[in-house]
């Protein structure tokens, strides 16, 4: 089974529109930590946002807000007053004890002007 | 300049070749990584590094053998390869694996595009 699950393979977005973009997850474990990257079209993954299980409020990074919803295991991104150079892959990881880190497919995300 | 650098950027090579990627990173950090990422596919943990010694190794097949020499410095040495390890192969550090906080954060390099012929 998947660890994590990214549905949207690509999503458009207005520009200074707010998008949302789906993640879940699949643990067993009661301590994790999730994480958000952006990958542009030059290869690197850069890194958004992290919201560990434990904390209880969503976690919030400029226009970058993780909507977590622990019972449902989903941690979607929310990017608020979307710009164009938002215009990316997004992924949506996971990690677990010990050394393990889980990344989904992505989600490409494209702003229209 | 971002904090991880991966040398070469581009790679084409024979099945019978042997070549070595590159990664430096410049943040102090312990811990580094391998990944993989082929099309449509999820980025696939490699290896892992924590304080030089390799924590992880997630089944790959030994025609890839990484060599971590110091925290600083991270090699992935490519022998006999097969046309399916065409992919972007990418680097990432975090401060510190064994701080028992999983907010320890990876910071990617840009990558390195294997085509392998």
């Known amino acids: 089974a998947q660890k994590i699950t990214q549905t949207q393979p690509g999503m458009f977005v207005q520009e200074k529109e707010a998008v949302t973009l789906d993640c879940t997850y699949d643990?067993?474990?009661?301590?994790?930590?999730l994480f958000w990257y952006k990958q542009p079209s030059s290869g690197e993954m850069i890194f958004l946002i992290y919201?560990?299980?434990?904390?209880?409020q969503n976690a919030t990074e400029g226009r970058y807000s993780l909507n977590f919803q622990k019972a449902r295991k989903s941690a979607n991104l929310v990017i608020s007053a979307s710009q164009l150079g938002d215009s990316a892959m997004y992924f949506c990881?996971?990690?677990?004890?010990?050394?393990?880190?889980?990344f989904g497919t992505g989600t490409s995300l494209t702003v229209i002007p | 300049e971002t904090g991880v650098t991966q040398t070469p950027r581009h790679l084409v090579m024979g099945m019978t070749n042997k070549k070595s990627l590159k990664c430096e990173q410049h943040l102090g950090h312990n811990a580094m990584y391998w990944y993989k990422q082929s099309a449509k596919k999820p980025l696939e943990l490699m290896f892992v590094?924590?304080?030089?010694?390799?924590?992880e190794n997630n089944s790959v097949p030994s025609r890839f053998s990484p060599e971590c020499p110091n925290s600083s410095h991270l090699f992935l040495h490519l022998h006999t390869l097969q046309p399916e390890d065409s992919a972007l192969y990418l680097c990432?550090?975090?401060?510190?694996?064994?701080?028992?906080?999983?907010?320890?954060?990876?910071?990617f390099g840009a990558g390195t595009r294997l085509s392998v012929l």
């Open positions: 990881a996971m990690r677990e004890g010990g050394d393990q880190f889980y």
């Open positions: 590094y924590n304080f030089k010694e390799q924590t």
């Open positions: 643990t067993s474990d009661q301590s994790y930590g």
């Open positions: 919201q560990g299980s434990y904390d209880e």
């Open positions: 990432a550090s975090s401060q510190d694996l064994g701080s028992g906080s999983f907010s320890d954060i990876q910071y």
